[in-house]
């Protein structure tokens, strides 16, 4: 039972290697599309950077009306086709609009992905082994992210000035696996059991999963909704809830992760590292981000979420502040690359393993998918304005780009204080205990 559990949340959770390979595939493609097709900053962060980004957005918030009416399973589906689509157009786009366009139906798959994926594997798992399960997600968008920077890395000069087009379109290959493999999971049972009224369905699923007293995971599903009628998540007693997605998800992007991946190897250059040397080190930033997610992992079921959240804050605030010392007093390539990879470590061990996990947490399961959404859109929005104005920024500091890493620091002293005084631990507790926590009727 519990080899299906796993094998089920690694399929479902393979949606996030393609969210991660899709969204930092770019920043191997950001300089020689700009050559190409001769943008201006403005340009070029809204239509070839930052439109994936807004897709995201719309896939984000929008995902939820899938995922409640169509099921988890059916919308991760889709989000396959997405995926599979966007690669094939993105590598063969004529014009920046073409590329934008297919770049655009990516982003809504990593949007839906970030909603659909940790909804579903919270509902087959238990409370002992529910962080572990949904952090796989967060593993997958980081691996993804890892083997798209080593992918650019190695198509780097294939095929002369169209290795951009490579780069984007090897992702074709795992988006049509994941979407064969996701056929074969079962549909979430909390879904069948309170959307679509099958009782028998989920206890059959629950039954597979490995849950010893069906009957009574049953009733205790059942006893945490009170009312059939739909509610909006804004109404006030869901106010709690709601106010901790949205702090999580704005201050996940305030720290500038978004910022480093997206333009790691032109923000690596401006440190004095040739073009090939700093897509060797943004093969570093991306082992690292896998390396300490794998640390998060392991220690979110052990620690709990508030906890690893307390030291990727202090870390981010030290890393943070001595980049933009390593900016500002010209330290050398070495001395700067040691804390951007701290900096990459912190978030890993940090706001990494925990926003997917705990936002999937904190929403009953009537209005989980709408929950995630929100979590997750205010998380894409906030990334997109990032990414949107990051040439902006990088053109306005061109000369020294350390008050964007001061600022970033200075964003995650706040987040400290988030943690200690509002975030609660949900470690170890049920996910319809959490319900009676947190739900103020």
Known sequence: ???????????????????????????????????????????????????ALWGTVIGALFAGIPSQRLGRKNTL???????????????????????????????????????????????????????????????NIVLGIFVAFFSNYLLKGFDGGNDWRWM?????IPALI????VLGVPKSPRWL????????????ILSRIGIENVAAEIDAIKNSVKSAVKENIFIKKYRTPVILAFLLAFFNQLSGINFVLYYAPEILEKAGLASKESLQNSIAIGGINLIFTLVGMYLIDRMGRRQLMLIGSLGYIISLAMVAYAYYSSASPTFLMTFLLAFIASHAIGQGAVIW???????????????????????WIFAALITLLGPVVIDVFAENPWPIFAIFSAMMVLQLLFVLFMMPETKGVPLEELERRLIKE
């Open 1 to 51: 039972m519990k080899s299906k559990l796993l094998y089920w949340s690694i399929t479902v959770a393979i949606a996030g290697f393609l969210f991660g390979f899709d969204t930092v595939v770019i920043s191997g493609a950001n300089q020689p599309i700009k050559a190409l097709w001769g943008t201006t900053p403005l340009f070029h962060g809204f239509f070839i950077m930052s439109m």
């Open 77 to 139: 589906i889709w989000i396959g086709v997405l995926f599979f689509l966007s690669a094939l157009g993105s590598a063969i786009a004529w014009d920046p609009y073409s590329f934008s366009f297919f770049r655009f139906i990516g982003g809504v798959g990593v949007g839906a992905s970030s909603v659909a994926a940790p909804v579903y594997i919270s509902e087959i798992s238990t409370e002992k082994n529910r962080g572990q399960l949904v952090a796989l997600y967060q593993f």
């Open 168 to 172: 984007l379109g090897v992702e074709a």
């Open 178 to 181: 994941y979407t064969l493999m």
């Open 193 to 204: 059991l309170l959307i679509k009224g099958d009782e028998q369905g989920a206890k059959n």
């Open 357 to 379: 996990v705990f936002i999937s947490e904190i929403f009953p399961t009537k209005v989980r998918a709408f929950g995630q959404a929100w979590g997750s859109g205010i998380h």
